[in-house]
């Protein structure tokens, strides 16, 4: 007998990947999504509560799909967590318009269409639980993130909105709010252009990038993020907000809400811009 049903999106890598594993190992039937699967996870019970389905986001027909896929699995959809995301690095004005559609249309328009593929179903139930995964960006910038950051904000608000309109049918929504994790596979991210030494972004450009991968490399295990996301799901009334990050990371979104913006955006500079060491 499954705990549950849960669709997660985005999971063929990274936090996506561990947060499909938890929630099998915890007995509950997982339909994962995502473009390409690496190598079938070896068999195990938990293994076999694991389905894994084509999902491209961004693609109508690929989005029905999955849906008419993961139904004839089961007949029930009693957890969405959404990981899907993509990112890409560079200066505002070198990031093309292009580039934040393409954003955008993974992070959070895919999002706003597989929620709303999920609602009717949670509707009927009378229950469900909407787990969507934004970040430390999604509560304040970093510098040469922005079309990521954009989208993470987008998913705050519109987060809030669905909140309230969707308690009265029992239907609950989780933020999960990352610090930096180690994961983030290379084909997800994408480098907007300032490498080239004549553009005026290059060297504080490629000052931050490093930053932003050393701190990544350095993050938290995804094993133990998945494990806190099915834990919040198992309770009756999910937090709305579940933030896993070290503490610097716990501070930074504190001293955002508390100083005045000038004196964050200088803190958060001199930490991208001097390779780390503020
Ligand atoms: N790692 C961190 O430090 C960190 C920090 C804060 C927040 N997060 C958030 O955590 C989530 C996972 O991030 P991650 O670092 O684990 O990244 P990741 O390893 O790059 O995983 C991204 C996932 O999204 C999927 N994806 C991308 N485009 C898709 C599309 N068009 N259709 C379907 N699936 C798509 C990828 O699968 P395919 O490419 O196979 O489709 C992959 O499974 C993201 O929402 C990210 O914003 C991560």
Redesign the pocket.
């Known amino acids: 007998m499954n705990k549950g049903t849960a669709w997660v999106?985005?999971?063929?890598?990274?936090?996506?990947?561990a947060t499909a594993e938890a929630f099998a190992a915890d007995g509950w039937l997982v339909v994962s999504?995502?473009?390409?699967?690496g190598a079938p996870l070896p068999s195990t019970p938990a293994a076999g509560r694991l389905h894994t389905l084509p999902?491209?986001?961004?693609v109508p027909a690929s989005r029905a799909a999955f849906v008419d896929a993961a139904l004839a699995i089961s007949p029930r959809v009693d957890a969405l967590i959404y990981?899907?995301?993509?990112l890409v690095l560079g200066p505002c004005e070198h990031t093309g318009v292009q580039e934040y559609e393409r954003v955008m249309q993974?992070?959070f328009l895919?999002l706003v269409s597989m929620v709303n593929a999920a609602l009717p179903i949670m509707r009927t139930q009378g229950q469900g639980k909407l787990i969507l995964?934004?970040?430390?960006?999604g509560l304040l910038g970093i510098p040469y993130q922005s079309a990521y950051t954009a989208s993470?904000h987008a998913m705050e608000g519109y987060a809030e909105c669905l909140a309230m309109e969707t308690a009265r049918f029992g239907i609950q929504v989780c933020l999960v709010e990352?610090?930096?994790?180690?994961?983030?596979?290379q084909?997800?991210?994408l480098h907007a252009a300032c490498a080239d030494a004549d553009n005026p972004y290059a060297a504080s450009c490629q000052t931050a990038l490093g930053v932003i991968h050393r701190d990544?490399t350095g993050?938290l295990p995804?094993q133990m993020l998945g494990q806190k996301v099915v834990r919040n799901a198992n309770r009756k009334r999910m937090r709305f907000r579940l933030r896993v990050a070290k503490p610097d990371q716990h501070l930074a979104v504190l001293l955002h809400k508390l100083l005045p913006a000038r004196l964050n955006f200088r803190i958060l500079t001199d930490y991208y811009g001097k390779g780390g060491n503020t």
Do not use: M, Q, Y
């Open positions: 999106i985005g999971a063929s890598s990274g936090l996506g990947l999504g995502a473009r390409r699967f999902l491209d986001v961004t990981c899907a995301a993509v993974t992070n895919g995964f934004s970040s430390i960006n993470k990352p610090g930096d994790h180690r994961g983030g596979s084909h997800t991210r990544e993050g995804p």
